[in-house]
């Protein structure tokens, strides 16, 4: 299972920075393809970054590109997603999942888990 951190709510003004922690459980995170995903209020579960088993690929949707990053670090089975001039339409919760290696877009397991919801203050 893969699933974040923290599942208590962040609250940031905008322009502010934040980062998010995914891990796994039963297997070690360096099993996995990871992507980010998050769920607006209203909206369907949308790709944000995704990454490699060995970080040397990425990729980032362009509604966040040059802002979030990704990264990970298998020794700490930890993938971290970094967002740096965050907006109010940033707003929404945030989820990690095993992706395909193939389409980073496409999640491999059912259960999502809780999440952690960002709220981005104007």
């Known amino acids: 299972q893969v699933q974040t951190v923290d599942p208590g709510g962040r609250l940031v003004q905008a322009g502010g920075s934040l980062r998010l922690s995914c891990s796994a459980s039963?297997?070690?995170?360096?099993?996995?393809?990871i992507g980010w995903f998050r769920q607006a209020p209203g909206k369907e579960r949308e790709f944000v970054a995704g990454?490699?088993?060995?970080?040397?690929?990425?990729y980032l949707s362009h509604s966040v590109k040059g802002r979030f990053t990704i990264s990970r670090d298998n020794a700490k089975n930890t993938v971290y997603l970094q967002m740096n001039s965050l907006k109010p339409e940033d707003t929404a919760v945030y989820y990690c999942?095993?992706?395909?290696?193939?389409?980073?877009?496409?999640?491999?397991?059912?259960?999502w888990g809780q999440g952690t919801q960002v709220t981005v203050s104007s």
């Open positions: 990454i490699s088993w060995s970080g040397g690929g990425i």
């Open positions: 039963g297997r070690p995170i360096r099993s996995y393809v």
């Open positions: 999942n095993a992706v395909s290696n193939s389409d980073y877009e496409r999640p491999i397991f059912d259960s």
